[in-house]
């Protein structure tokens, strides 16, 4: 009995997250893909998932700041609320 254990579409639904991760045991990553290949339902499913994050990755890419422009920002102001130091600009309540 060291057959791979078939996975049922719901199991399959509750490891997505962690499957799109990479998160998974190989054990369970092959149950999953193996299944993936028989049921075109969750076939579906996973390349939504999959679609969704990619997107989101490269959205949280392009929105990523670059360490030398944060530390320009932080510089102006910082030199900013130097020279006015009441606070008045930033309305601290
Ligand atoms: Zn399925």
Same mark, same amino acid.
Request: proline share 4%; with cysteine.
């Given at each position: 009995?060291?057959?791979?254990?078939?996975?049922?579409?719901?199991?399959?639904?509750?490891?997505?997250?962690?499957? *799109? $991760?990479?998160?998974?045991?190989?054990?369970?990553? !092959?149950?999953?893909?193996?299944? &993936? #290949? =028989?049921?075109?339902?969750? +076939?579906?499913?996973?390349?939504?998932?999959?679609?969704? *994050? $990619?997107?989101?990755?490269?959205?949280?890419?392009? !929105?990523?700041?670059?360490?030398? &422009? #944060? =530390?320009?920002?932080?510089? +102006?102001?910082?030199?900013?609320?130097?020279?006015?130091?009441?606070?008045?600009?930033?309305?601290?309540?």
């Amino acid at each position: 009995m060291d057959q791979v254990d078939p996975v049922s579409c719901a199991e399959l639904i509750r490891s997505l997250p962690s499957f *799109l $991760d990479s998160e998974v045991e190989a054990t369970e990553s !092959a149950a999953l893909s193996a299944h &993936l #290949e =028989r049921c075109a339902h969750c +076939l579906t499913i996973y390349r939504f998932e999959r679609a969704v *994050l $990619d997107n989101l990755q490269a959205k949280l890419r392009t !929105a990523s700041v670059p360490p030398d &422009l #944060e =530390r320009r920002v932080l510089e +102006l102001i910082g030199s900013q609320t130097g020279h006015r130091n009441d606070g008045q600009a930033f309305s601290s309540e």
